[in-house]
């Protein structure tokens, strides 16, 4: 047996598959030149149909024609303030551009495109200057929120807020809000949903008067690490992501902002590696920017078990690397069509597949006592997915294609169990309901391994004895006054389980022959 652990280490701690690009394909490239690293995007289409990529880059604005996804073209350039930071939105033909390097907002009138661009950039007024923002949103009735604004002017740089409605091109100030730093936000139905990152969570503001605004709630995210979210159609759901290597992109329910919960979070690749940066809701799909490992693609349909569906990997940099790859990325193209904006690889065009995952649910139940499991192991084989069971012995996992799979389930103390040929199907939920057989001793030493104690916080029922040597042993468990209890031939490359549920609690000692033995406790 103690062959047996060992391989099984080996398999559940060096097993993992790299599915590289699935459900996500390359159509098109633009590169810039080392003097243009890349941050946020945007897409614009035209009354015309026509698809366009706006592209922030360290030197200004790149506007890229991609109507023809595999001839990305572009068109025309918007200088603007150096700043490792941009980033752009849309508004009534309108692109607005901050950024962290000064001279206020970047308003590029795109109306006439493909034949000519207008610029002007907007630095508020006397009482109400704006220099700069780290990020910015444009909510459904035409106010543009400006996050992290004005950078070191000692104010907390929350959210400067204008109104586009009377003049795209010229913006009046409505308010600001200054209670606390936001990194970024989504705004629907007056409520504002702030990412606020140095606090580590999301904040959740009334702004239907926007000179009176109105703190509802906040949450914690997994990681404290809050860098932007985004909302489900419906409003029910939020969806997170931590800037941080420890982050994860995580769902909420939020139908009481008073009483949010947090109801999964997933990870594409390992616990420490990876780092997921924006994340973008798309009809039951996230569609995630994912830095170092490209964009990513979850099923959220069930936000209670989120499932990576998709995946492309856009850099040349490994799952160790850091703040480098895919900045951005945007979904909403009528065609389908998805761009990245990579920080050394340029623009990227893809076609994306929004394929609905395969739900594996259930729960893991001790088979004697049948109360729950904590975490158990739940291996779906051959796939890299490993989930384990929660504090009331349900697990939730699936994969993105569907078939016949192995399922392993394990637990410390605990006889494995495999659930051949499991059936998962797309847009289904496979159940399995787990019953482990614990509270077994394996014994699992060698010649040169001897005196081991086991002992296990609950009742012992079993002896599991595997004997992987071809020479057969007398077995015989003494009690602590030398009194034998039990004797047992264990024949050569065998496996036998003997029952034990009857010896009285206590210490004991299982001799083989005279080559060695264990102690025992049974509590």
């Given at each position: 047996?103690?062959t047996?652990y060992?391989?099984?280490?080996?398999?559940?701690?060096?097993?993992?598959?790299s599915?590289?690009?699935?459900?996500?394909?390359?159509?098109?490239?633009?590169?810039?030149?080392?003097?243009?690293?890349?941050?946020?995007?945007?897409?614009?289409t035209?009354?015309?149909?026509?698809?366009?990529?706006?592209i922030a880059?360290?030197?200004?604005?790149?506007?890229v024609e991609?109507?023809?996804?595999t001839?990305?073209?572009?068109?025309?350039?918007?200088?603007?303030?150096?700043?490792?930071?941009?980033?752009?939105?849309?508004?009534?033909?309108h692109?607005?551009?901050c950024?962290?390097?000064?001279?206020?907002?970047?308003?590029?009138?795109?109306?006439?495109?493909?034949?000519?661009?207008d610029?002007i950039?907007?630095k508020?007024?006397?009482?109400?200057?704006?220099?700069?923002?780290?990020?910015?949103?444009?909510?459904?009735?035409?106010?543009?929120?400006?996050?992290?604004?004005?950078?070191l002017?000692?104010?907390?740089?929350?959210?400067?807020?204008?109104?586009?409605?009377?003049?795209?091109?010229?913006?009046?100030?409505?308010?600001?809000?200054?209670?606390?730093?936001?990194?970024?936000?989504?705004?629907?139905?007056?409520?504002?949903?702030?990412s606020?990152?140095?606090?580590?969570n999301f904040?959740?503001?009334?702004?239907?008067?926007?000179?009176?605004?109105?703190?509802?709630?906040?949450?914690?995210?997994s990681?404290?690490?809050?860098?932007?979210?985004?909302?489900?159609?419906?409003?029910?759901?939020?969806?997170?992501?931590?800037?941080?290597?420890?982050?994860?992109?995580?769902?909420?329910?939020?139908?009481?902002?008073?009483?949010?919960?947090?109801?999964?979070q997933?990870?594409?690749?390992?616990?420490?590696?990876?780092?997921?940066?924006?994340?973008?809701?798309?009809?039951?799909?996230?569609?995630?920017?994912?830095?170092?490992?490209?964009?990513?693609?979850?099923d959220?349909?069930?936000?209670?078990?989120?499932?990576?569906?998709?995946?492309?990997?856009?850099?040349?940099?490994?799952p160790?690397?850091?703040?480098?790859?895919a900045?951005?990325?945007?979904p909403?193209?009528?065609?389908?069509?998805?761009?990245?904006?990579?920080?050394?690889?340029?623009?990227?065009?893809?076609?994306?597949?929004?394929?609905?995952?395969?739900?594996?649910?259930?729960?893991?139940?001790?088979?004697?006592?049948?109360?729950n499991?904590?975490?158990?192991?739940?291996?779906?084989?051959?796939?890299?997915i490993?989930?384990?069971?929660?504090?009331i012995?349900?697990?939730?996992?699936?994969?993105?294609?569907?078939?016949?799979?192995?399922?392993?389930?394990?637990?410390?103390?605990?006889y494995?169990?495999?659930?051949?040929?499991?059936?998962l199907?797309?847009?289904?939920?496979?159940?399995?309901?787990?019953?482990?057989?614990?509270n077994?001793?394996?014994i699992?030493?060698?010649?040169?391994?001897t005196?081991?104690?086991?002992?296990?916080?609950?009742?012992?029922t079993?002896?599991?004895?595997e004997n992987?040597?071809?020479?057969?042993?007398?077995?015989?468990v003494?009690?602590?006054?030398?009194?034998?209890?039990?004797?047992?031939?264990?024949?050569?490359?065998?496996?036998?389980?003997?029952?034990?549920?009857?010896?009285?609690?206590?210490?004991?000692?299982?001799?083989?022959?005279?080559?060695?033995?264990?102690?025992?406790?049974?509590?």
């Amino acid at each position: 047996m103690k062959t047996l652990y060992i391989l099984i280490f080996i398999f559940f701690a060096g097993f993992s598959v790299s599915f590289g690009q699935y459900n996500l394909s390359f159509a098109g490239q633009i590169s810039y030149s080392d003097t243009s690293l890349l941050s946020g995007c945007w897409g614009y289409t035209s009354d015309d149909g026509a698809e366009y990529a706006l592209i922030a880059t360290i030197h200004g604005t790149s506007i890229v024609e991609i109507t023809t996804p595999t001839s990305p073209e572009e068109l025309f350039f918007v200088p603007g303030a150096a700043s490792t930071w941009r980033e752009i939105k849309t508004w009534n033909n309108h692109a607005y551009v901050c950024t962290e390097g000064g001279g206020g907002l970047m308003i590029i009138d795109l109306s006439n495109l493909p034949a000519a661009i207008d610029t002007i950039s907007f630095k508020g007024d006397v009482d109400h200057p704006f220099n700069t923002a780290h990020t910015l949103f444009i909510d459904e009735n035409g106010f543009c929120y400006l996050f992290g604004y004005n950078l070191l002017t000692g104010a907390s740089e929350g959210a400067y807020i204008l109104d586009l409605n009377v003049d795209p091109k010229h913006p009046e100030y409505v308010a600001e809000l200054n209670s606390i730093y936001i990194h970024d936000g989504f705004v629907r139905n007056d409520t504002l949903w702030a990412s606020c990152i140095y606090e580590g969570n999301f904040e959740v503001f009334d702004v239907s008067n926007k000179s009176d605004i109105i703190l509802l709630g906040q949450q914690a995210t997994s990681a404290s690490a809050t860098h932007n979210c985004w909302l489900s159609d419906d409003g029910k759901y939020l969806f997170t992501t931590d800037e941080i290597r420890a982050g994860f992109i995580s769902s909420f329910d939020v139908t009481d902002v008073t009483d949010m919960k947090q109801l999964d979070q997933a990870k594409h690749g390992a616990p420490d590696s990876t780092i997921a940066h924006n994340t973008y809701y798309l009809n039951g799909y996230l569609v995630t920017a994912h830095y170092s490992e490209g964009v990513t693609i979850h099923d959220v349909h069930k936000p209670e078990n989120i499932i990576e569906v998709g995946h492309y990997d856009s850099s040349p940099f490994g799952p160790d690397g850091l703040l480098e790859g895919a900045w951005g990325v945007y979904p909403y193209f009528p065609s389908g069509t998805v761009i990245i904006s990579d920080i050394t690889e340029g623009l990227i065009v893809l076609t994306p597949n929004y394929q609905r995952a395969c739900y594996l649910e259930g729960n893991v139940k001790d088979l004697a006592s049948f109360e729950n499991i904590v975490n158990a192991k739940v291996e779906i084989v051959s796939t890299g997915i490993i989930d384990s069971s929660n504090i009331i012995g349900e697990f939730k996992t699936g994969f993105y294609q569907p078939g016949l799979y192995d399922v392993i389930v394990s637990k410390e103390g605990c006889y494995t169990q495999t659930i051949s040929n499991v059936e998962l199907e797309s847009a289904a939920v496979t159940n399995l309901a787990i019953l482990l057989e614990c509270n077994t001793i394996f014994i699992n030493d060698t010649f040169n391994n001897t005196n081991v104690i086991c002992s296990y916080n609950s009742l012992i029922t079993a002896i599991q004895i595997e004997n992987e040597l071809s020479e057969t042993f007398i077995a015989t468990v003494y009690n602590v006054q030398g009194k034998k209890a039990l004797g047992f031939v264990v024949e050569g490359n065998r496996n036998i389980l003997i029952d034990v549920a009857n010896l009285p609690k206590g210490a004991y000692v299982i001799q083989f022959d005279n080559h060695f033995s264990q102690k025992l406790l049974i509590y």
